[in-house]
C-alpha cells in the first residue's frame, strides 16, 4: 500500500506552519524573546495573529520543534524488541538526530542552524526552559508508548521509563555540548559519546551490523 499522499491544503498549511515559525526564531534571535511580541511575528509572517495562534497555541510553542518526537517513535517502535532498552532508545536518537542534521537525512528537517538557534533560545530563555521540560516529559511518555511493554506490569513499565529518562538525559547533555561548540561536532557522534559515558557499549549502535555480508 502506497503512504498516502498530503492534500493541497495539508502542504499550505504546513507551509504557513514553517514560515511563522522561521520568522518567529529569527526575531527571537535578533531582538529577544522577550522583546518579540506574536503581532510581531505575524506581521514578519504577513499572516494575523489568529493563524499563529492557530498553529502554535502560546509563544513558547513557536519554538519547539515537534518533528524530532515523531522520529524517535518512529525508530523506537521499528526497533527489535529483543535489544537492550537503552539500545533501542539510545539507537532512535541517533538515527533522529541524523535525519535531522546529516546531508541527505529527512527532507523535511528544518535544517541545522534553525536547530541550533532553537536551542540555543532554549537554554538562555527561562521560559522555554520550563516548556523544554515539559515537551521532554511528553517525549519520553512517547518513546515509553513506542517501545510496546504491557503497562500493565508495573516492574516493565519502571524500567522502560528509567532507560528512557536516561537516554534523554545523555542526549541533553549533547544537545548542550552542540550548540556551545556551535554545530561544529556532528549531534549523532555526540550523542553517542553521551550514550557510552553512560552505558558502555550496550548503548553503542552498530549501523553495519544487518550490512549484507557482515557475519556476527
Partial sequence: MSERRPTLRERRRSETRRLVQAQAVRLFTDRGYDAVTVADVAQAAGVSAMTVYRHFPTKEDLVLIDQPARLITERVAASSATQPLVRRVGGALVDAATAMTEPGGDEAAPGK????????????????????????????????????????????????????????????????????????????????????????????????????????
Fill in 113 to 216: 542552524q534553525f536547530l541550533l538557534d532553537c536551542l540555543r533560545l532554549m537554554v538562555s530563555t527561562p521560559a522555554l526552559r520550563a516548556r523544554h521540560l515539559d515537551s521532554q516529559y511528553a517525549l519520553q511518555e512517547a518513546i515509553v508508548d513506542a517501545l510496546g511493554d504491557d503497562q500493565t506490569d508495573s516492574e516493565a513499565a519502571f524500567r522502560a521509563r528509567a532507560a528512557t529518562s536516561a537516554c534523554l538525559a545523555a542526549m541533553h547533555t549533547a544537545l548542550t555540548r552542540w550548540t556551545e561548540d556551535n554545530g561544529r561536532t556532528p549531534l549523532p557522534d555526540l550523542i553517542t559519546r553521551a550514550l557510552t559515558a553512560s552505558f558502555g557499549d550496550e548503548a553503542v549502535i552498530d549501523h553495519t551490523a544487518d550490512a549484507p555480508g557482515k557475519r556476527s
